[in-house]
């Protein structure tokens, strides 16, 4: 594994510190944060961003922001990355949470020469990372986002299911173990995390299934693993959620592995 700490150069002047990285077939970096805002691409693989406000799953050719002195934990999944490191006061988007964000040709073309341009920088070198400044600020974002609770007894119920992800965990199961009536439960969701907990659920079981499939875990065996009755029913709800199929989505990141 291939890796500069961010720590160790993070004091320097530049505005924008461009680092790449190949980790591990499966890395974790344990809960920490930065004094600059990071950009981190996924050229290959799967990465889990984990915070106090929720949990974020970037496929390949995605990136994630995030801002300074945010808390994270990264879990990388036959990850090559890209981080820019950019100064707080030159950051180019004022999100206070992390986004998904997608990647334009134009972008992910900047950010795999960004790691290869040295000091001293010339005149087309500053353009460059000006450019890479404008380009990030009109990145869309995707919503890849599961966001988690501020209640400590829906996070432990949230942070359960994320460990042993079943599609067929109900509001009324949920509702009993938290001796309070299912509809209760059900506005107090929807207030904490912003969608019903029948929608997190799906999104949780979608988002997780990311990281198996690029383990190349068959999708039989997510299907029954999350609880689903076969695994057409898990393919649905993945391509009504992700807008292509569980074997589509494989197929397009062993393309570009292959490329």
Not at 46 to 71: C, D, F, K, L, Y
Request: neutral net charge; hydrophobic residues 40%; contains cysteine.
């Amino acid at each position: 594994m291939q890796q500069i700490s961010i720590h160790s150069v993070e004091h320097l002047e530049q505005k924008i510190i461009a680092i790449e990285t190949q980790y591990a077939p499966h890395h974790v970096l344990e809960m920490h944060s930065h004094q600059r805002a990071q950009l981190l691409y996924g050229a290959e693989g799967v990465m889990h961003v984990e915070t106090p406000q929720g949990n974020w799953i970037i496929p390949p050719e995605r990136a994630v922001w995030i801002p300074s002195q945010v808390p994270h934990q990264l879990t990388m999944f036959n990850v090559k990355t890209c981080s820019l490191y950019i100064q707080a006061e030159h950051s180019p988007r004022h999100s206070t949470h992390c986004e998904v964000l997608a990647i334009s040709a134009l972008l992910r073309q900047l950010l795999l020469t960004a790691p290869t341009i040295n000091e001293p920088f010339q005149h087309r070198d500053i353009l460059l990372f000006d450019l890479i400044l404008a380009e990030l600020h009109a990145a869309p974002s995707i919503d890849l986002h599961l966001p988690l609770p501020e209640n400590k007894e829906l996070l432990n119920i949230c942070q359960q299911f994320l460990k042993a992800p079943n599609i067929h965990l109900s509001p009324e199961q949920i509702a009993a173990e938290l001796y309070i009536s299912e509809r209760h439960f059900s506005r107090l969701f929807k207030q904490q995390v912003g969608m019903s907990f029948s929608k997190w659920r799906q999104h949780a079981c979608v988002l997780l299934s990311l990281e198996r499939l690029m383990q190349n875990q068959p999708v039989q065996k997510i299907a029954y693993d999350f609880g689903f009755k076969n695994p057409a029913a898990f393919s649905t709800m993945f391509q009504r959620i992700l807008a292509l199929s569980p074997s589509r989505y494989m197929q397009s990141q062993n393309n570009h592995l292959n490329k």
